[in-house]
């Protein structure tokens, strides 16, 4: 929360593009984030404005081609994963990191029962810390991880195939990998977006309780801003691959300052009543050819000159990317 | 499992009975009286009665089905015109060379096929991807008795590097038949010199044969393999810390070969059908050429056989295919149950 936390992830000016048929799509514009330990923070926008890729980028494992990384760093615990080997990638997966996916009936192999998927990471990453694990202490620990996310008959399901799982079950598997050996931090990917209503709010509160007990980082990536202000401190609100505005979460809500964060808060439903809600005119850019300047200005309402030629910086005191606040160029 | 297996079994019974009705029914509509034909034009009309009544050709359509087929299940196929011999007996002799010649053919398409299929879809849009790539076109393209003739005319004419035609030279004894595959009975007559020789002669027939299914389902593994690779559960596996060989030859491999083992089953078929070409090509003793001079001298007993034979071969080959999907594929043996 304090500015000064130490940090577990650095996120610096990353920059990433897909080259495809048509041309080269940029979709991150330098963007930059960071993650103290022990730290939730949450990650907002439209479908389409690079939270995915972000979360890719931070694991590596964007595929290269058709990613193209310009620019920047991923700075975990102050190495760089962008320019790390192999090697190194694996042992920071294998003993660090976690994620969970957006869609669970995806993120598992169908051909492979839940207790085999499972046990393999346990066994991978102990042999990572060199340790060797009798299989009774693996299966254990499976039916362990399987039991903490709320799993009924957790022995049974080692047994079963993915397809023989409902959703929910299959998320709660996928929670179960994530967390079935311990790590600094999860990247958790919408993960409840595919789920029905009324699982999603079981599977997050457990997923709260589970991050709370063992004191990981988490980053989540949503585009329901309900979800973030239930679970994380700060927020980041990304539009179109650029980081328009960062802070704490209750403040950011209460007084948003970009143009988009106001809009994308208006258009919450509101239960009263009080009328339709608003949403923005507009639609996410064409990444082939985006804006100049700030990549929000064609769907923004206060619109100036500057904003169509220079991009404005995410300032560090006001955590806002608007010339609104720039009282200098004002 | 277990259960799948012994309905798979039943569904192959059944699908032999239907062709055995189906076989006899054109073996009995072709014109001609069979009696006739084995007796020979000098026999009286006398003889003629007593053998229709001896054959059962006076009963009504199923119950001689009933007694042909009793006959059959005792390995009883009736005598064959051109070889003058029981048809069991030249299934016995001709058979072997064919099969061995099509395993062998098989073993080849799958560690060559499979290997480059993995490699080139692994190492994607690199320079062995695009040699296979263009490589497998021409194999699916080119028909496997051309690509006899051009491999007999390189390597046996042109390089002397491989023998001529035939399962063994003239001047070379076979061993003693025990199983008829000749690898294993030179083995078994402990004489190893012979096996290799056997091997040399088997190597042209077998890549003509394997080159098609080589390119075919090398290709097939190689797009699988890509489809399955840009899936998230194949991501989940790499964040989640499990060793890269281990995402590689577990957990991408096995999702990936699914599509392949079905196409092998219904190659297989055509590996039936392009041996009997490649047979005559390398002028093969097997029993592909007894099936072609079958049709040709319209021998109508040894017709059946083969196409018995043929339809228990593609049922038998089905019945392993199916299998061996099921046990690499879950999804198959289980009932969808919620989400």
């Not at chain 1, 709010?201 to 309900?226: A, F, N, P, W, Y």
């Not at chain 2, 069979?34 to 059962?56: D, F, S, Y």
């Amino acid at each position: 929360m304090e500015r000064n936390m130490e940090s577990l992830v650095q996120v610096k000016g990353l920059s990433v593009g897909f080259r495809v048929f048509e041309g080269l799509l940029r979709v991150l514009d330098g963007i930059s984030l960071r993650i103290g330990q022990g730290e939730r923070v949450g990650l907002v926008g439209e479908t389409g404005c690079g939270k995915t890729t972000t979360v890719k980028s931070i694991l590596k494992v964007l595929p290269q081609p058709p990613a193209v990384i310009f620019g920047g760093e991923v700075l975990f615990r102050g190495k760089d994963v962008l320019r790390m080997g192999r090697r190194a990638v694996h042992q920071l997966r294998r003993s660090s990191v976690a994620a969970i996916f957006q869609d669970p009936l995806q993120a598992l192999n169908p051909v492979f029962t839940v207790g085999t998927q499972l046990s393999d990471i346990v066994r991978d990453w102990a042999a990572g810390t060199g340790k060797r694990l009798s299989k009774k202490e693996i299966f254990r620990r499976c039916v362990e991880a399987l039991a903490q996310t709320g799993m009924p008959d957790p022995e049974r399901i080692m047994t079963c195939y993915p397809i023989q799982l409902s959703g929910g079950m299959r998320q709660r598997v996928c929670i179960a990998e994530a967390l079935v050996r311990p790590v600094e931090l999860l990247l958790a990917d919408e993960p409840t977006t595919n789920l029905d209503v009324t699982i999603q709010d079981q599977i997050l509160r457990k997923l709260d309780e589970l991050v709370e007990e063992k004191g990981m980082s988490i980053l989540l990536i949503t585009h329901s801003l309900g979800v973030v202000m239930d679970l994380t401190e700060r927020v980041y609100i990304m539009y179109a691959g650029t980081i328009v505005e960062e802070g704490k979460t209750e403040e950011l809500f209460t007084n948003p300052k970009h143009p988009y964060t106001q809009g994308l808060l208006k258009s919450i439903p509101k239960l009263t009543g009080e009328g339709i809600s608003q949403g923005i005119p507009g639609r996410i850019p064409n990444y082939l050819h985006p804006p100049s300047g700030c990549r929000f200005h064609p769907r923004c309402e206060h619109v100036m000159p500057i904003c169509t030629q220079q991009k404005p910086p995410l300032t560090e005191s006001e955590g806002v990317a608007c010339h609104l606040y720039r009282g200098d160029v004002r | 499992m277990g259960a799948y297996i012994v309905k798979r079994l039943l569904q192959s019974i059944l699908v032999l009975f239907g062709l055995s009705l189906l076989i006899f029914f054109i073996a009995r509509v072709v014109p001609g009286d069979p009696a006739r034909a084995a007796l020979g034009n000098l026999a009286t009309e006398e003889q003629v009665e007593r053998l229709r009544a001896e054959m059962h050709l006076d009963k009504p359509f199923f119950v001689q089905y009933y007694y042909w087929l009793i006959s059959v299940l005792h390995g009883d196929l009736g005598k064959s015109l051109y070889t003058q011999r029981p048809v069991t007996q030249d299934l016995v002799q001709f058979l072997p060379a064919t099969l061995e010649l099509m395993l062998f053919a098989t073993l080849i398409s799958l560690v060559v096929g499979q290997t480059m299929g993995v490699l080139s879809g692994y190492f994607r849009n690199s320079w062995f991807d695009g040699l296979f790539r263009v490589i497998s076109y021409a194999g699916v393209a080119t028909p496997p008795f051309v690509i006899a003739i051009f491999l007999l005319f390189i390597f046996s004419q042109l390089l002397g590097l491989a023998p001529g035609v035939g399962r063994l030279p003239i001047t070379m004894a076979e061993p003693p038949r025990v199983t008829g595959f000749l690898l294993i009975d030179s083995l078994l007559a402990g004489r190893p010199d012979v096996t290799l020789v056997a091997l040399k002669h088997m190597l042209l027939p077998a890549i003509s044969l394997a080159i098609a299914h080589i390119a075919q389902e090398g290709r097939i593994t190689r797009s699988s393999l890509i489809d399955v690779q840009q899936k998230d559960y194949i991501l989940a596996h790499q964040v989640h810390g499990i060793r890269p060989t281990k995402v590689i030859f577990k957990y991408l491999l096995r999702p990936s070969i699914v599509p392949t083992v079905t196409v092998m089953g219904m190659d297989f078929a055509f590996l039936l059908s392009n041996a009997f070409l490649v047979e005559v090509v390398f002028m093969w003793p097997g029993f592909s050429r007894y099936a072609v001079n079958a049709m040709l001298s319209k021998d109508l007993n040894a017709i059946v056989a083969v196409v018995l034979v043929i339809g228990l071969t593609v049922a038998l080959v089905n019945l392993l295919v199916d299998v061996t999907i099921a046990f690499l594929d879950p999804t198959v043996r289980i009932r969808r149950r919620g989400g």
